[in-house]
């Protein structure tokens, strides 16, 4: 389980503070034994007496591997390893020396019930050779348990990226700190369970994981208004505003009014509705001082009174929610637009979305921060690895959510959710925080199968669960 508010360092961050507990006296051996200790404490627990067979790669994932091969011997488990290359000059080598047990070549090596991955690590940079990630993979598959010593080996540390990691990985040990491959793009399906191993190396960083939020019980002099008025813009799809709308509520608003021209069908009752048919309706009404919050976007269209919303939205001097439609319809203008907002603006897109309105290179999270800044809004860029960034350079990672949530409308739920959060906790990326841990903490109190209408049931609990 991925500890909540955990630090996130690059794989150059790691060095850097690698360096900088070096430079504080402490040698690059002892940093290495306190690795491979934490790495046979983990093997040893899921090993429960079976044979072991751990891969040692050439640098200092392998110096790792070489530490909890030898103390893992020494506590009487059957081990046996297999290097890959001559281990680098240094503690590696070093660690190599210690390791008196059986070692055999990789093409020779005999699958074994359990299984230790130390090939590669932080210093992954290139595809895995082919037949050493056929190997690999094969003897993953054999194993009953298999552990990858800080990543997944062929998980490039930075991106997540796919350079030739093996499918079936149960525990990833993650050294002195999480890094984005661990919850990014593919290394989080690889990863299998992530566990952090404090080997006492300090780091400053302003990524984290999502955490929990504290919210508060509202307080005797509490009132609707008090609580925040979020107004929801309908559009061409009606249901994809009510479902934010009441995502809203349920979110703890207290106040939400559904502005549009639709029919008004069954409930909730305590849902506002405001007719709304034109832009100059929507700019009076957005007028109206008591709106802390207004969310456009979910089934909202792409026509001309669409365009005409976001400009009447756009021009309102209040916090702005933009998901869906209206992310399409900003397109690649996204960032000049938005940069012009004198209002806190936060945007919800997911992938395409967001491809449609930024370019960028790097990681997800690196392209995140920069159309952050860029378009000094906070980003929740959605998916299974939602990453929410702010323009001054503060990152959080989701590192619970429930593939269930792929599903429609539930985008529509975050965004009224957000809102609600928006009125109730303020600026940047506080509110974002708590609505997508929200979101993702309803969706497994939904469990499987859920549809974005339940969800919608399930926020009240997720909040029981932060005061
Ligand atoms: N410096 C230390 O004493 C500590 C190091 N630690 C361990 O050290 C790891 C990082 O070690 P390194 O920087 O030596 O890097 P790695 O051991 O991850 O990789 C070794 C070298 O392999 C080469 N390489 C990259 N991709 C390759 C490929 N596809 N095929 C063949 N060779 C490839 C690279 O040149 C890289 O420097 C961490 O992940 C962690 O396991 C931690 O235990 C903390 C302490
Ligand atoms: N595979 C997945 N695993 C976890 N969460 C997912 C996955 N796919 C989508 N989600 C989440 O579900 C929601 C879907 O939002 P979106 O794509 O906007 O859908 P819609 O527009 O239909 O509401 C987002 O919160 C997203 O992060
Ligand atoms: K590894």
Redesign the pocket.
Known sequence: MIPSGAPIVTAAEM?AA?QAVFASGVS?DS??ER?GAAVARETARFATGRPILILA????????SYVAARLLQNAGHDVSLVATGAP?PG??ERMHALWHGPTSSLYAARPRPVLVD?L??????????RGLAAVFADLCKQAEFTLA???PSGIHADTGAD?GAPRGIDVTLA??ALKPGHLLDIGLERCGRVLLAD?D?PVHTRWRTVTRPRIDTPGAHSHKYSRGLVAVIEGAMPGAARLAARAAMAGGAGYVVLAGDRPWGEGPDALVRREVRTAEDLSEFLGWDRIDAIVLGPGLGRDRRAEAYLRAAFAAPKPLILDGDALTLLGTDAARWLETRAAPTWITPHSGEFDRMFAGVGSKIDRTLAAAAEARATIVHKGADTVIAAPKGEVRLLAHGSRWLSTAGTGDVLAGLLAAQVVQSGKGVAPAEAAVWLHARAAQLAGPALIADELIGHIPGAISECL
Do not use: S, V
């Open positions: 060095r690698e690059q940093l290495m690795a790669g050439p640098g200092n994932n392998g110096g790792d680098a503690a590696a130390g590669f690590g932080t210093g992954m940079t290139r595809p895995l050779e010593i800080d990543l350079l050294l002195g080997i190396i």
